[in-house]
């Protein structure tokens, strides 16, 4: 595809469930970034993607949350027994390059409504 | 503490009017500054990326200026359009552990007609 594509665009979940997000980055980047943005905020660093191998995952609010991309392309979000602090929306981006160093490519976001 | 502020929160103007949009960080050690426009219900877009030699930056309307000396960035909306209604997020790259962006929260712009 043209661009980076998340999946399901809008969530909504009762509180305790497991939610499983998809991020689809534009084919050939190196890097990938998931966000979490609150309404009305920027978006936070969750974790980060070199290929397959996660690098960083200081951004994960709790053991929660947890990311995977097995093949160094789509990566997953996964968030089990959700909580309503969990609402927002999150965000995925690639880049070609290592992270910081190019220009990020943004998804639509996912936003998840936890009841 | 890494921090990127920006300013004012919201702004109001009138379509064919030149905006400004500050930001102030308080990031080390810098590595490059990029503007992001995000329209409601989207993800952000990039708009500019600068280092810190770099004093300013065009993309069409918007140019983004750095003083990487006071630590500040602004980013100029010339003749604005009613499409340029968005969020216009500072976002500072911080070289350590390699992934350290910083987003400030953004100033919301609102152009009428």
């Known amino acids: 595809g043209a661009g980076v594509s998340q999946s399901p665009r809008y969530k909504v979940a009762k509180r305790g469930q497991d939610v499983a997000l998809r991020c689809d980055p534009i084919?050939?980047?190196?890097?990938l970034f998931w966000y979490q943005q609150a309404l009305g905020q920027g978006p936070e660093f969750l974790t980060y993607?070199?290929?397959?191998?996660?690098?960083?995952k200081s951004g994960l609010p709790s053991d929660r949350f947890f990311a995977e991309r097995p093949e160094g392309s789509v990566s997953t979000l996964k968030i089990q027994r959700t909580q309503q602090e969990d609402s927002a929306v999150y965000l995925c981006a690639s880049s070609l390059e290592l992270a910081g160093e190019d220009t990020q490519y943004f998804g639509p976001g996912t936003r998840l409504t936890v009841l | 503490k890494n921090q990127v502020e920006q300013s004012p929160q919201s702004l109001i103007i009138l379509e064919g009017k030149n905006c400004t949009l500050q930001c102030n960080y308080t990031v080390s050690p810098f590595s490059n500054l990029r503007w992001y426009k995000q329209d409601t219900g989207r993800g952000p877009v990039s708009l500019t990326i600068?280092?810190?030699?770099?004093n300013t930056k065009s993309n069409g309307r918007y140019t983004a200026t750095l003083d990487a000396d006071t630590k500040q960035s602004s980013l100029h909306i010339t003749a604005s359009q009613l499409s340029d209604s968005a969020s216009y997020i500072c976002v500072v790259f911080a070289e350590e552990a390699g992934t350290a962006l910083i987003f400030g929260k953004g100033t919301t712009l609102s152009v009428s007609s």
């Open positions: 600068m280092t810190f030699s770099e």
């Open positions: 084919s050939g980047h190196v890097s």
């Open positions: 993607f070199q290929n397959e191998a996660q690098l960083d």
